[in-house]
Every structure is written in structure tokens, then in C-alpha cells.
């Protein structure tokens, strides 16, 4: 053991090193966003909760993005960290978790969300400070100006634009269509998107039932909506209630009479609920693997995830983490950095093809004009593996007359 | 009665007088709070910490003081959120007036519940008050053009404040910290002043003994209701501090899980005392951050060690704390 | 709005009603009888969930899945008194509440770490698939035999609890434990039996529902307050309640769904504020046992 004086002499040199070391580091705050300093993005997503599994194929897609970037060497030599935080779904938790990754963390953007409510707690967090964000969550709310900013930016298809292209595909005129709807502002938006496709094809409304959000027993519905006699019923929900209410309705003989169509059919519901309850339901949705024969998009995307998970393929929610990330990362290499307003401005300007097609963000309300997939689920035995999950009826191209008009959602332009 | 909140106490002579000893507690909790953000990871955990405080002290007056387990407190916590972001962003209702309008509004509300459900009394009056906080839940969902309903409440950002003729960068999370404490002062003071009060007195008796209480000639229904109600009020200024902080309100502040979580903050701080709450908060809010490190999983390991909190560890943190640094005081 | 739709909706409120009085049952029955509030109960019924549907997948019939299901939960019931609540007796009447709230947390998320966060589908059995032609209307096969499984139950419930030993000893046991013990009766083993009871007859409702909405560890939550709300309507303890409780509100959520539907799930919450504002203890409970 060496003697105490000595050890003190070393504590104390040590000590000494330290503190001058220490007071260094606090000295030079500003030396930490160096132009030879990590691009930090942050991505808040719910790993807790009912989404968890969607959760997890958006870290992992957006992961992807980010690797690819950095082995091409990063932007402007500088590479790229995702910081990804569990919003546990909870919009409270998300504005908590986006104000740690904007002080503490100091993120130069924010990608993410999955529920609507989830994306404009981030949106009001980050557009008050001035941060960037792009929102990958499904909403026509964040397009309207009362939520829009210029920091805003909302990658995910809207309500508006899948109701559309479901529409066009199943609905003709003279039919005669009921709609069930979950009572709470995305089903509302969910229920005048197709109200108004309706309308301009020359379909007939034959009624209209809201149901609670979260309702877990549809029986009460189902006799009312039989009595319609509808030719097409849509769903307007989402998530468990799109998947308990397709099952109860199918438990009802609801099928037998009527074709079953909702908005967004969503990868993982009809993996919850299994091929014989989906069979015949019509919707609409971001991505499916299955595009990869027609587009060679889709089939790099696809080729890319598999080399790097093992085999596995992407899902519809995994591809906007992709897509959201892919596309602001493709705008901060076009401005050669990090600076906010020129981000932006390379956002505006921004062409881009990752997952499907060429897409690019429209001026008044920065939303993404893009493809909209319309997928059939196909039953048990046409599957031709376990991840056939549907037939891809229709890919129409984007298009600016896809969205509301800039003035209706309250923009100056 | 209630005894101090600090070991410092200890050493006093308890011949310091009631006023004294009162000053104390409130002082010494606020010295704690106002280093909160430089010993805590983050300055967005210390507001969570001041702000589940002042919710979970409101509670502990229903619940730690008065024996009344209920099961919807985060109905008025919610109240006070909402009122304060209506009032701001639909009413253009300027901060410091639109505070002391949502508390006012809440407390309205508290009463209203709090009429139904002291006609009930035991496990009924926490069944009771789950289900009416359950309703204001639903009454919230549908009221979509007030409150924003599912989407949550939004639009009412506080960029900047003027205090006394200065102008405050209010989105600078050190300022904003300091403003909220104030408010957090100010309900501590306010609870102080009951706690040390007649009224005080009366409520810890109905815990006590209700029926021996009502012998004494108290009128106890009529002081449930107004424990109730004050309870409500000072967690609905955790609501409003809660809608300045984060500039928006989620609709799930209303749900049980919020009040479950509150109640689980009074069992680990320990309830019955005065500055239990915000260590209940702030274990809690430490607790979740730190096992969502390793694990998203980490709702088990709060569950099982709230389960062993009320097996082994009643008091909770802080109170059994003070339980064994507690020397030669009478208690009752 | 004609006859025959009015006929169907309230069949469809009684089969809502039906799983309603199963899950309410378990929790005023351990009530009644112990003076023990679950809050886990909503968990338990979840877990009922997907243990009948891995029995049924493990053995390929949905009936075993049904017959073991309850009995294994119910046991596992037991176990959770007997090391948890049973330490809580002599201590405040919260304390069960508060611990089992707890409880519910570890449970939960429990089932999420084996089974996964998303929800697996329970097929309704291959017997009671489809529609039964009513002459009026098309009700589900399977809706029709819920009911009259849970009239079939209340029927056993009720036989036993009046007309057997084990029912007399379960009821004196709830009405004085010590002269009980005083007459040699185990009573640690009459406690043990109710929680059990209790507990599978919430697995009982879980399974029971698994085929009519997606088993997901989140199901039981929505169903705890459902549950507290008939129980506070029909009076804890009190099995009459529950049925009568049950039957009132399962009907009531079904005819509103009729003309408003989506205040459905607030009529339950409004109907639970009447009945308190004119008698607290519920329609049958008994004043003063609730302290």
C-alpha cells in the first residue's frame, strides 16, 4: 500500500486535473455545436403501449435511413444520430419527452409520431422554439393553419387523401353506403373524407353511426346498420377499434350482405386478427411490401431493410419512418448543414422517391404529395406465404388536387 | 398534530411555537425545490416534480389527512389544465387572470362531485369517485370544440411574461422553472395555513374516528365536502401550472390511470406528511425515467414495488423517514 | 323505427349485459364476503382471456379452454391471496385496493413481456360460428349461447350458495368469521375458496368475451370500470345487484346506441350518478357495510 502522502499528492494532482479539465469544458459551451459535431435527431415514438410493435418498425426503418447517410459519409463530413424516446402514446409524455431532447439533448430536428393527438403536442412544443419537425402520423388536423407553422412538416398521408383513393376504387354510382364511425376528431375527418368522394362519384348515404372511441363491444350497432342495407359499409376507426369492429361486424353476418371498406388497413390489425375476418376488406395505406414489383423503389426499400433485419420486410408504419427521415436528412444534405431556415427552404424544394414513387412537400401547408396504395386483403388460401397479406388494386400517382385547397385549410396562399 | 417536515426539527426546542415551526416547513420545502433543477438530470423532470407535487399535496389533504380514498383526483387536476387553456387561447383571458379563474372553476367542480360521492362513504365513495372522473373523461372527449377532445387541448402557448415590469423569456425552462415554483410556494403556504388550522384539526378527527367526530358535534359531512373541495382547488393549480408548462393539455390527464398514478405518489412519499408529496413525486417521476432506460417494461417494476410499499413500507418514503427521526414527540 | 330492430337491440343489451354481470359478480361476491376490493379484477379477467385461448390453441378445443381456464386462474387467485392479501386483513380497508391496484400494473404488463403488446385473435369456436335466423332478425350464434351460459352459472351460483353445506358455511363465514372459527370452521380455507371464486369467475368473463373483441393486454382496464360501475349500481355485495345491475345497464347502453350512440358509454357513468343521488348504497346493498 503506498504511503498516504504520496497518495494525497496524487489525489490532488489528479483532483486538479480534473477541475481545470472540468472548467474547461464549462468554459466553452459554445465549441459543442461545432461545425465537427453529430447531427442529432429526435424520435419520439410510443415503444409502450398498443403500438409498440409499429413503434418498433419505425425506429428500425428510420434507423436505416440514418445508416445509410452515414456510410455514404454523412452530411457535409458531420454524421447523423437518431435519438429515439417512448411517448408511451400519451401526448403529455411526448411534449415532456420533445422539450428533454430540445434542451437537454439539443436535437437539430424532430421526426415522429404515431396518434394524431401525439403529433401536434410535439408540433406545439417544437414550432415555439423554432425547431424543425416532421410528422409521420396520419391527420388532416396538422395541415390546417391553425396548427401549421413554417417548422412544420407532415410527411404521413391525411385522412383526406386515403378516403379519396378508397373511394374511387369501391364506390360507384347509385350505391348505397352506411358508415360507421369512431366519434372523435380522426374519425370525423375520416367520415367527410369519404362524404365528400361520395358525393362526387354519386353515391347514396343511407346512414350514419358514430360509436365511442375505444369502445371494445360493437353489438349494439350492428342491428341498426344491418337494417340500412347498405351495399358498402365503411369503418372510420383505427388500430384495435378498426380490428374489433371489422370482427364483430364479420360476427354479425354483416359480410354476406355488404362490402366492407375503411380508410387505412393497417399491416399489424390483420396480423391481430388473422386472414378469414379481413378477407375482402378494401382500404387504403401508405406502403406494402408487395409493391416491390412495381415499383423499383419499393424493391430497393425493400432490399435495404431486409439486408440489414435479417430477412424480415418492412410494414406500412415502419416505411414513413423511413420516408420522414430519409426525406429531411436528402433536405439537410441539399443545404449542406443544420441551419433551421435553410432546412427548410431545402424541404420546399425537396424531390424525392425512397419508398413508391416521387413525392415532394407542397408550399402552403407543407404536406406531402404522394402515392396512395389501395390494398384488398386476400384470404387464407391465396396467400402465397405468410407475409401476403393483400393485392395491391390501385397505386394512383400523387397529386396536388389530391389535398384540400390551400384557402380551404386556412392558408394565405 | 401534524409535525414538522424536516430532520432539522428534531433538534429544535419544541417549545419554538406553532407559527414558527409552520414558517419552517414551508421555507424548507421550497429551499429543496429551488435546487431541483440543477440536481436532477433535467430541468423538464424537476417542473413534472413541482407540478405532480402540488397534485399529489392537494390529494394528500383528501387521502393522508382526512382518510378519504379517492379514486378520481385527476379530474380536478385536468380541470385546472383545461380551464387555464381555454381561458388563455379561446378567451385571450391573460395568464395571471386566467390561474385563478380555472382554480375557481375547479373548484365549482369539485363541489359538484364532491356532493354525490360524501353521500357515500369507504370503498363506495373510491368507486364512486373513479367513475365521476371517468365521466368528466367522456364529457371532455365529446366537448371536442372547447377542449380539442381527443387531439387534446392546443394553441395557447405563453412565450413571454411580464413580472413587476420585467420581461420574462417564459420558454426558458430555468425562468419557467422558477415562476411555477412560485406558484408551488404558494399552495404549500395555502395548505400550511389549513393543515395548522381548526379546520385541520377537525379533518385528521374524522380520519380518526368519524363517528366519535360526528359526537363532538362536528358537522362531518359538511367538512368532507370542504375538504373536497379545497383538495380539488389546490390540485387543479397543479393543472394550470401543468398548461403554462407544457402548452398543451392531453385528454388522458383525466383518465383513472392519472389518478392511480397520484395515488401511488402519496403511498411512496407517504402520506400524512406535509413534504411527503413531492418525494412521492419525485421518486415516482426518477423511478419510471430511469427503468425506461434499460426497459421499456418498466410498469412492472413500479407495480411490484408500490405492492411491497403497501405490504412493508406503509408510510411511505418520506414519512418513514420522518418516523425514525422522530424523537420523543407526542403523537396522536 | 319498427318492432322488429327495437327486439334485436335489446337482445343485443342483454348479451352486452350478460358478460357484464359475469365480470361484476367475481368482484361484489369477494366484496360481499371479504370486504376486499380488486382492483386487479380487470386485469384477471384479461388474463382469463389468454389463458382460454392457449388452452384452446394447446389442446385445439375451445371448450377446454373455457372449462380450464377459470379453474387454473381461479387458483392462481388463490395464490394471490393467500401470499399477498391475506397479510393486508386487520389493516385498513383500503389497503386490499391499494395493493391490488399494484398488482394490476405487474400483471399487465406481465402478459405484455410473454405475449406481446399486440392483440392475438381469439377464433370463436367452429359450433357457434354464424348467424341464427330469428325470423325477426340474423343474432350470432355465439352471442346467443353467452347468455345462456351465464344464466346456466348464476343457476349453479345460486343453488349452491342456498341449497348446499358449502354454500351455508360461505355464507355464515361472510356474515361473522370468529363465531365461525369458533365452531371449527378453517376459515382461512373459506376465504381462499371465495377469492378463488371470484377471481375465475373474472377468467370466466374473459374468456367468454376473447371470441366477441381482440384478446390485448389492455382489454381488462376498460372493464374494471364497467365492472365498478354495475357493482356500485346493484350494491356491493349483493349477487342480486350484479344480475339486476348488469342486465339494466347492458340494456341501457343498447337503446341509446339506438338514437345516440355515442353517448352510450356516458349513460352507464349518468345512470350510476342517479342511482347514488337517490340511494347510496345501491339498489340492494345494505347501508353501512361499506365503512
Redesign the interface.
Known sequence: MPKSGSTSKITRRTALAGLSAGAALLAMPRLGRAADETIRIGFPTP???????EARDQVKCAELAVKLVNDKGGIGGRKVELLVR?DKL???EA??RT??LI??DKVHAVVGALS??VQ??VN??TR??GVIYVSISQSD?INEA??FSKYTFHEALNPHMTTAAVARQTLKKGMKVAHLVA????GHEMLRGFKRAQAAIGADNVGE?????????Y??????L??MRPDVLCISNFG?DQ??SI??AV???VKQQMKIVVPVILH??R????P??FEGVVGGANYYWGLEGQSKSAAAFNAAFKAANGGAIPTDYGAYGYSGVGSLLAAMQAAGGTDTDKVVDALEKLQYDLTKGPQHYRKCDHQSVQSVLVLESKKKSAMAGDNDLFAVLANDAGSDDMLRSCSELGHAT | MTGPSSGEAVAKPSSGGLGWLLEQRVLLSVAVLAVLPWVLPSQALAVNVLIYGVVVMGYNLLFGYTGLLSFGQAAFFGAGAYFTGIAIGRYGVPWFAAVPVAVLLSTCLAAAIGIVSTRTRGIYFSMVTLALAQLVYYVALQASSFTGGENGLRGFTVDRISLFGLQLNFLDPVNKYYVLMAFAALAMWFQSRILNSPFGAVIEAIRENEQRARACGYDVERSKLIVFMLSGAISSLGGCMLALHLSIVPLDILHYQTSGMIVMMVLLGGARSFFGPFVGAASFLILEDVISLWTPHWQIFVGAIFVLFVLFLPKGIWGTLLDALRVGKARP | MDLSLIIMQLLSGIALGAVLVITALGLTIVFGMLGVVNFAHGALFMIGAYAGLYLASLTGSFWWGLLLAPILIGAFGMLIEFVLIRRLYGRSIDDPLLLTFGLSYILVEGVRIVFGSDGIPFPTPPQLVGVLDLGIGFFPRYRLFVIALVAVVLLVLWLTLEKTRVGLIVRAGARDPTIMQVLGVDIGRVWLAIFGLGVGLAALGGVLAGPMRSVNPEMGSLVLAEAFVVTVIGGLGSIVGAVVAGLMVGISISMVALFAPEMATIVMFALMAIVLLIRPQGLFGVRGRTA
Not at chain 1, 415503444?47 to 410493435?53: D, I, N, R, V
Not at chain 1, 360509436?211 to 363491444?217: E, S
Not at chain 1, 353489438?219 to 341498426?224: A, D, E, G, I, K
Open positions: 415503444l409502450t403501449g398498443p403500438f409498440a410493435a417512448d400519451n401526448a403529455g411534449a415532456t422539450l428533454e434542451e437537454k394524431s393527438a401536434l403536442a406545439e412544443v415555439a422554439r388536423t391553425k396548427d366519434d372523435y376528431a380522426y353511426i358514430l360509436h365511442p372511441f375505444g369502445a371494445a363491444d353489438s349494439t350497432f350492428m342491428p341498426r344491418m337494417s384495435r380490428a374489433n370482427k364483430q360476427d354479425f353476418g399489424n390489425q396480423l391481430a386478427v388473422g378469414d375476418v
